[in-house]
């Protein structure tokens, strides 16, 4: 859990890979720490909410990838987008697990923080993806 609440590098660098998005760092930092969270909800959610909340926080940075790996901005943008909504389910699913008693308003406030954070990053993404000259093929 530590390392997801770790601070990120914001200096501007050029992405050689999708490890080098920070909107893909940040959103790697909030899977690890949902993934975290998970592990304290009851047995009887592993196939509904456990499951349900680890996929969608692994949706985000796995569309974010592939999205990096895309060659027109419109293929781009529709991962990223993608990913977008996975973020916004995420969210959803945490306030569903704080307001039933998995998680406490602390871990919540705490993966607010990243969701605010990777929405920020994610959107800086998609705005600079839209601002790119042409297409790369």
């Known amino acids: 859990m530590a390392e997801a609440l770790e601070k990120i590098d ?24 949902v993934y975290d969270l998970a592990k304290g909800f009851p047995n009887s959610e592993v196939y509904c909410l456990t499951s349900q909340i ?8 796995s569309n974010i ?12 943008d529709n991962f990223y987008s993608i990913a977008h909504g996975s973020l916004t389910e995420v969210e959803n699913q945490l306030i569903i697990a704080q307001g039933v008693g998995y998680i406490t308003i602390t871990q919540f406030e705490n993966a ?9 990053l994610l959107y800086g993404l998609r705005k600079a993806n839209k601002g790119k000259e042409k297409d790369l093929c």
């Open 54 to 61: 680890k996929r969608a926080s692994v949706s985000i940075t």
């Open 65 to 76: 990838a592939e999205g990096f790996g895309r060659r027109t901005r419109n293929e781009k």
């Open 10 to 33: 914001y200096r501007m660098k050029p992405a050689r890979n999708f490890r080098d998005l920070i909107a893909w760092q940040s959103a790697y930092r909030l899977t690890l720490y």
């Open 112 to 120: 607010e923080k990243l969701f605010v954070e990777t929405h920020k």
